[in-house]
């Protein structure tokens, strides 16, 4: 803990959140990725404490919805302006826990606040309507009002910004939350919670419970007081909780796993398409689940591609993402590390060619050499599992029909990216791709602006915009008659 040297160390908690108070006994250790030493230990809480947050939230709920939104938007203000106080804290915080460099720490601070400023204005413009009526002396009006209590489960590779994208609409429209970071990264969770406490939000409007996954979750599922789930995470975590959700009927929104395609036509932009494959692969360590998972290249660009595309891998620099230089941190665990290697060597045992890295990285740990792959065949493991590590798998294509099925041949919908400059191709492509999100000669796709989100079993509902607010939302419908 020493070696994070942060402004405010009492930004990491070694308690849980809840009604207002830090409760609980560090049990459960959280290790820096970089080098395995422990940062500090959290509670292990059960569906006890679970429930006592919803209970909390439930309390909650009725003064914060009754709330004038400015109120509500002034305390989101307040939240951000602790945020943006604490920046570099918190990008501190989430390196340790999460190993990515220094840098994209920072951005996902930047991003994770995004949200709350973005929401604090959105609270003001959440407008009912007046509809024509259908009775003479009446009026119609549809008013929005929010859900009620939500609880949030979130994954380890955004663990700022995942928080954020969820309790601050959540906030904004009026509920209250229950949430639960992935165990492997809740400190940043924690630090988001103190400075929301010192910022004033009420007591019970936002908890946050760290412990086992599965009593808690089946606790926010079993509750009828819960009235959205909100998932980010693995598809078959997210079946699991649709599942367990159904029994009280909650809405869910999920955003589950990908399997993104990065196409390069045949006119693309070279070296263009090279940076934005590196931009889409190797961010995270190749750990988000909009990271290109099979690179389709045509013909007639493939050799000079993959011999660009190897150079600029083998640049990258490896490394404890505390340290300036690293452009490349280590995985988030053991088992990332062997799944890596095994998808790995299945494709190499069928015939595809390592050009670069292709083996742990000599930092040992769970650092593994940025790589590039050749001769992939759309049957292998490698391209219909979600890799989540920094192997760039690329296979040939020779005609657009040809390469849109394959891209859409898979369970997946979450985000596409494409290269070429024929404006017809362009549009005919991106109509054709079934996924929410496609990146037409761009992937940065992550702002606080746009419908985050996907398709098919990738996910439903959307994060961010004025959309973003709408799942937090319920319409209620007034018929006034004998006016
Ligand atoms: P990953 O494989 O990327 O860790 P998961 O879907 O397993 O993705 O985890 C995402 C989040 O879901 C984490 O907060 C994790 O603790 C939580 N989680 C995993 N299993 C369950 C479960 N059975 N019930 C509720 N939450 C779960």
Same mark, same amino acid.
């Given at each position: #803990?020493?070696?994070?040297?942060?402004?405010?160390?009492?930004?990491?908690?070694?308690?849980?959140?809840?009604? !207002?108070?830090?409760?609980?006994?560090? /049990?459960?250790?959280?290790?820096?990725?970089?080098?395995?030493?422990?940062?500090?230990?959290?509670?292990?809480?059960?569906?006890?404490?679970?429930?006592?947050?919803?209970?909390?939230?439930?309390?909650?709920?009725?003064?914060?919805?009754?709330?004038?939104?400015?109120?509500? %938007?002034? %305390?989101?203000?307040?939240?951000?302006?602790?945020?943006? /106080?604490?920046?570099?804290?918190?990008?501190?915080?989430?390196?340790?826990?999460?190993?990515?460099?220094?840098?994209?720490?920072?951005?996902?601070?930047?991003?994770?606040?995004? =949200?709350?400023?973005?929401?604090?204005?959105?609270?003001?413009?959440?407008?009912?309507?007046?509809?024509?009526?259908?009775?003479? $002396?009446?009026? +119609?009006?549809?008013? $929005?009002?929010?859900?009620?209590?939500?609880?949030?489960?979130?994954?380890?590779?955004?663990?700022?910004? #995942?928080?954020?994208?969820?309790? %601050?609409?959540?906030?904004?429209?009026?509920?209250?939350? +229950?949430?639960?970071? *992935?165990?492997?990264?809740?400190?940043?969770?924690?630090?988001?919670?103190?400075?929301?406490?010192?910022?004033?939000?009420?007591?019970?409007?936002?908890?946050?419970?760290?412990?086992?996954?599965?009593?808690? !979750?089946?606790?926010?599922?079993?509750?009828?007081?819960?009235?959205?789930?909100?998932?980010? &995470?693995?598809?078959?975590?997210? $079946?699991?909780?649709?599942?367990?959700?159904?029994?009280?009927?909650?809405?869910?929104?999920?955003?589950?796993? !990908?399997?993104?395609?990065?196409?390069? =036509? %045949?006119?693309? @932009?070279?070296?263009?398409?090279?940076?934005?494959?590196?931009?889409?692969?190797?961010?995270?360590?190749?750990?988000?689940?909009?990271?290109?998972?099979?690179?389709?290249?045509?013909?007639?660009?493939?050799?000079?591609?993959?011999?660009?595309? *190897?150079?600029?891998?083998?640049?990258?620099?490896?490394?404890?993402?505390?340290?300036?230089?690293?452009?490349?941190?280590?995985?988030?665990?053991?088992?990332?590390?062997?799944?890596?290697?095994?998808?790995?060597?299945?494709?190499?045992?069928?015939?595809?060619?390592?050009?670069?890295?292709?083996?742990?990285?000599?930092? &040992?740990?769970?650092?593994?050499?940025?790589?590039?792959?050749?001769?992939?065949?759309?049957?292998?493991?490698?391209?219909? /599992?979600?890799?989540?590590?920094?192997?760039?798998?690329?296979?040939?294509?020779?005609?657009?029909?040809?390469?849109?099925?394959?891209?859409?041949?898979?369970?997946?919908?979450?985000?596409?990216?494409?290269?070429?400059? @024929?404006?017809?191709?362009?549009?005919?492509?991106? @109509?054709?791709?079934?996924?929410? #999100?496609?990146?037409?000669?761009?992937?940065?796709?992550?702002?606080?602006?746009?419908?985050?989100? &996907? +398709?098919?079993?990738?996910?439903?509902?959307?994060?961010?915009?004025?959309?973003?607010?709408?799942?937090?939302?319920?319409? $209620?419908?007034?018929?006034?008659? &004998?006016?």
């Amino acid at each position: #803990m020493a070696r994070l040297e942060l402004n405010d160390p009492s930004l990491i908690k070694s308690q849980a959140y809840l009604n !207002g108070a830090w409760v609980g006994e560090p /049990q459960d250790p959280i290790l820096n990725p970089a080098d395995g030493t422990p940062i500090t230990s959290v509670p292990a809480l059960s569906e006890v404490e679970a429930e006592a947050a919803v209970s909390a939230a439930y309390q909650a709920l009725q003064p914060w919805a009754g709330q004038l939104a400015a109120v509500r %938007a002034a %305390a989101l203000r307040r939240w951000l302006e602790q945020i943006r /106080q604490h920046r570099d804290d918190l990008a501190k915080i989430l390196t340790a826990e999460q190993g990515k460099p220094l840098a994209e720490a920072s951005w996902e601070i930047d991003y994770a606040a995004s =949200f709350v400023e973005f929401y604090a204005e959105e609270a003001l413009r959440i407008a009912g309507e007046i509809l024509p009526s259908h009775l003479p $002396k009446s009026r +119609v009006m549809v008013t $929005k009002n929010p859900i009620g209590v939500c609880a949030a489960i979130t994954p380890w590779n955004f663990p700022a910004a #995942m928080i954020t994208r969820k309790c %601050a609409p959540a906030l904004a429209a009026g509920c209250t939350v +229950v949430l639960k970071p *992935a165990p492997e990264t809740p400190l940043s969770a924690l630090a988001l919670a103190e400075l929301a406490d010192r910022a004033g939000l009420p007591q019970g409007a936002m908890n946050v419970i760290t412990g086992p996954a599965e009593p808690i !979750g089946r606790a926010w599922c079993d509750d009828p007081r819960v009235r959205l789930l909100g998932f980010t &995470g693995s598809t078959e975590v997210g $079946k699991l909780l649709m599942r367990q959700a159904s029994q009280t009927v909650k809405k869910v929104t999920l955003e589950l796993g !990908g399997n993104a395609p990065f196409i390069v =036509f %045949a006119d693309a @932009d070279l070296e263009a398409a090279v940076e934005g494959a590196i931009a889409a692969k190797f961010r995270n360590t190749g750990q988000t689940c909009i990271c290109a998972n099979r690179l389709f290249v045509h013909d007639s660009i493939h050799d000079r591609f993959v011999e660009r595309l *190897a150079e600029r891998v083998n640049e990258l620099v490896v490394g404890d993402g505390l340290d300036p230089e690293t452009q490349q941190g280590p995985l988030i665990n053991t088992a990332a590390l062997d799944k890596v290697q095994k998808l790995l060597a299945d494709a190499v045992a069928g015939g595809a060619r390592v050009l670069t890295g292709g083996k742990p990285h000599p930092l &040992g740990g769970t650092y593994f050499q940025p790589t590039v792959l050749d001769r992939v065949a759309p049957t292998m493991a490698i391209t219909q /599992q979600e890799i989540f590590g920094p192997v760039a798998p690329v296979i040939r294509f020779s005609s657009e029909a040809e390469v849109i099925t394959q891209a859409n041949d898979t369970p997946y919908g979450l985000a596409a990216y494409f290269y070429g400059r @024929d404006l017809g191709q362009a549009f005919r492509v991106a @109509d054709r791709l079934e996924y929410g #999100m496609v990146g037409i000669n761009s992937t940065a796709l992550g702002s606080v602006a746009v419908p985050f989100g &996907g +398709v098919k079993q990738s996910g439903i509902g959307r994060e961010g915009s004025h959309h973003g607010i709408d799942e937090y939302l319920e319409l $209620k419908y007034l018929l006034v008659g &004998g006016l």
